[in-house]
């Protein structure tokens, strides 16, 4: 009889051991949100451009270049600062400037309280396309003189 009571025993212990060893998978963090990784509070600097599908960074002054973005969250707003860089196009400018801004998961829209990030000619909603930890890709339709309306794509990297 006591060896069925050892046998148990060891059962019972092994089962234990074997059950106690599955939380693993309990200690990851959830996915973030697109909200959360792009206003993760890392500066979002320019890579490039497309219009139509087209290259165009060669098209933008160099002085837009280095500007950095940064959106940060918070519960009591979401805020932002823009950044100049080193190579200013107006050196009368501030080097920056400070926004707000909110983002809506259900239609990916980027809406941003600044003139100071606005694309000449564009019209309508900045769309996000895609985001990354590392990459941002934005997407807003812009009316070129002689060319008619174009989708851009703007890829900012952090």
């Known amino acids: 009889m006591k060896i069925f009571q050892k046998l148990y025993f060891l059962f019972a212990i092994a089962g234990l051991l074997a059950l106690g060893s599955c939380g693993d998978d309990e200690d990851q963090d959830p996915p973030k ?19 139509g599908g087209f290259p ?12 950095t973005i940064t959106f ?23 080097q920056s400037g400070d926004f707000t801004w909110s983002y ?18 564009a019209t309508g909603d900045t769309k996000v396309v895609s985001v990354t930890e590392n990459t941002l890709v934005l997407s807003q339709t812009v009316d070129f003189a002689g060319l008619g309306s174009q989708e851009v794509l703007l890829t900012l990297m952090n």
């Not at 949100?33 to 219009?51: M, P, Q």
């Not at 165009?56 to 500007?67: A, K, R």
């Not at 519960?75 to 860089?85: H, I, K, L």
């Open 33 to 51: 949100t697109d909200e959360e990784l792009i206003g993760s509070g890392v500066a979002w600097k320019f890579s490039s451009a497309s219009a």
């Open 56 to 67: 165009i960074t060669s098209q933008i002054p160099e002085c837009f270049l280095d500007n």
């Open 72 to 94: 940060n969250t918070a519960d009591s707003g979401n805020t932002g600062m823009v950044d100049a860089g080193p190579i200013k196009c107006d050196e009368s400018e501030p």
């Open 104 to 121: 809506n998961e259900a239609t990916m829209v980027l809406t941003v309280d600044t003139d100071l990030i606005d694309i000449p000619g």
